[in-house]
């Protein structure tokens, strides 16, 4: 609550002797409501004061005259706690989430810089799986989250289309192809064709150099094995731009590392030229040792490239195409090694800007007792998992419009689809990153809980409100009006937006705006449990500043679901 705590931290500093930011950042939030909003921690100030902690919070209270936003100061224990007034919090939050709309909890520190965001990156001819979701959606929250903060993000689909992959697929391809099957099947066929191959290669080893030969072709631009790599890679986008579209994710830049070929060989010429390069094992590395990173890897024995030098041309290509100011990597912690080699060697060839090349891993997507693994097949296609969520979110809507006596909505579909999809997204970017997710079926889609149905559901529901309320809200008020503990709360919760923005744009988790939205719904949803807190009653003064109120949560969940890239249904 940084708008909120500066006045009473710099109350605190001249008495204390610390800087206003350093006290700042001791300020907590007291557990209960009743204990005020603000709590400074006299604790560390005993051993210099040689007073005990809940003495020096009885002087510094006594000396702390309520002004402004705070309505008093007590000592509670070691403590010095503020309570806020909440007439005045009101009057200055309310009406400028009113005014500014959609834009409300947007901040303007971006300045119109680029940031570059890599993001989803699927592999051409393997399926979409549900393993590629939270690099997806993680990394499209952040596009969202870099725009609202007055940044120009850039979303980069570097597709995985080149590789020993298409080595093995046309290995494979001269036994056993059929296009009129691949036409026919797409991607599923590719996937089966990578399957048996893999199978296959664990009897007989020696098939992975029959796999390094067909690449070899492919880099050396033999015409039909160029031919039959465009046509898997067809395939395969026609694919994955379905699944976009279900998730409404449109990238500025979709390359594959194909795209780098014909920039890698000028990085080669230039680690050599600066003697970055040595022989191991008749490979072609970066001896980084010395930084405890190993060697990387950056061209093999048979001539091939890597990941490592894609990434060293295409981070070179995104600088001079951007001139990006952060550029971020949202790939797997399992990538760590690989993104700090990647660093190390920017460093080593003098480039300035290598500091800026951020890796934000995350942990994986697994459901209950399975596994995946894309080589034995055993995947669930991401395009399935999104239509089963939005069959599921059809089934609850029928049922309810059939319990309660209801024509079934006109556009159930894409009623079903929203909720279905936003569930689906919301219980990735719930968790933090780094965290391993369970998917579960029970949980993604319920109604209540910490779940997206329930933050659309929180929404729709004042939408409801306000069409029975007839006019649109004013800021024109009695404030006074709320000024419960329990309004208080949720006001100074609905102002911490432009917060929770900034703390996930430091961090690159978009889970502090998840954890602040759950926070907003439950604290509205309290008062409205409360069968003596109406927001539409007979008492018209009430009903007018509880629907600003109310307005004010609808926008705060609006705006930020839509960061997470998650639509916000009128109805439910």
């Known amino acids: ?30 557990p209960k409501p009743g204990m005020g909003q603000l709590a400074f921690p006299c604790f560390q100030l005993a051993k210099t004061l040689r007073k005990a902690p809940p003495a020096i919070a009885e002087d510094l209270a006594s000396k702390i005259q309520p002004t402004g936003l705070i309505k008093k100061v007590i000592a509670t224990g070691p403590y ?78 570097h597709l995985g289309d080149w590789g020993t992959q298409f080595g093995q697929l046309l290995a494979i391809w001269d036994e056993k192809g059929d296009e009129a099957e691949l036409n026919e099947r797409g991607i599923a066929y590719l996937l089966e064709l990578y399957v048996e191959f893999n199978a296959a290669k664990e009897k007989n080893p020696e098939l992975q150099d029959v796999a390094r030969a067909k690449f070899r072709l492919l880099e050396n631009g033999d015409a039909e094995a160029r031919r039959l790599w465009a046509l898997f890679r067809k395939v395969s986008l026609d694919e994955f731009e379905r699944v976009y579209a279900m998730l409404g994710i449109q990238f500025d830049d979709m390359r594959g590392e194909s795209f780098y070929e014909g920039l890698m060989p000028a990085v080669l010429t230039e680690l050599k030229e600066r003697n970055l390069l040595t022989e191991s094992k008749g490979a072609t590395v970066v001896d980084l040792e010395a930084f405890d990173l190993g060697t990387a890897l950056v ?52 480039r300035p800007w290598f500091d800026t090349i951020e890796h934000v891993p995350f942990g994986l997507m697994r459901f209950k007792d399975r596994k995946m693994s894309t080589r034995k097949g055993d995947i669930v296609p991401l395009r399935d998992v999104l239509e089963q969520a939005a069959a599921l979110a059809k089934q609850t809507i029928v049922k309810g419009a059939e319990d309660k006596s209801r024509p079934i909505p006109d556009d159930v579909d894409e009623l079903a689809h929203r909720i279905g999809v936003g569930a689906v997204v919301f219980n990735d970017l719930k968790n933090r990153r780094v965290r391993d997710v369970v998917f579960d079926w029970d949980e993604v889609l319920a109604f209540d809980g910490e779940t997206g149905p329930y933050l659309q559901y929180t929404a729709a529901r004042i939408a409801s409100m306000e069409a029975r309320y007839g006019k649109p809200p004013s800021a024109d008020v009695d404030f006074h009006l709320l000024d419960g503990p329990g309004e208080l709360a949720l006001i100074v919760a609905i102002s911490e937006m432009p917060d929770s923005l900034q703390r996930g744009l430091e961090s690159c988790e978009p889970s502090y705006v998840s954890d602040k939205l759950l926070e907003i719904a439950s604290l509205f949803s309290t008062l409205y449990s409360n069968r003596s807190w109406k927001v539409l009653s007979e008492d018209v003064a009430l009903t007018d500043a509880r629907m600003l109120l109310a307005h004010g949560v609808r926008q705060a969940l609006c705006n930020g679901l839509g960061w997470l890239g998650i639509p916000v249904p009128a109805r439910m």
């Open 1 to 30: 609550m940084s708008r909120f705590a500066r006045p009473f931290a710099e109350a605190l500093a001249p008495l204390v002797e610390l800087p206003v930011a350093d006290v700042e950042k001791q300020l907590e939030t007291p």
């Open 80 to 157: 010095v706690n503020a309570y806020l007034d909440g007439e005045a919090v009101a009057r200055e939050v309310l009406p400028a989430a009113l005014e500014a709309g959609e834009c409300f909890g947007s901040l303007s520190i971006g300045g119109g810089r680029a940031v570059t965001v890599d993001y989803s990156s699927p592999n051409i001819a393997k399926s979409f799986g549900i393993h590629h979701l939270r690099s997806t959606v993680i990394g499209h929250a952040l596009v969202n989250m870099l725009k609202a903060a007055g940044f120009q993000p850039v979303g980069i689909n």
């Open 299 to 350: 061209r093999k024995a048979d001539g091939s490239t890597l990941y490592l030098t894609r990434d060293l041309a295409s981070a070179g290509y995104r600088k001079e195409s951007y001139d990006f100011v952060r550029s971020l990597y949202v790939v797997g912690g399992s990538q760590a090694l690989h993104f700090a080699q990647m660093t190390k060697v920017l460093e080593l060839m003098e």
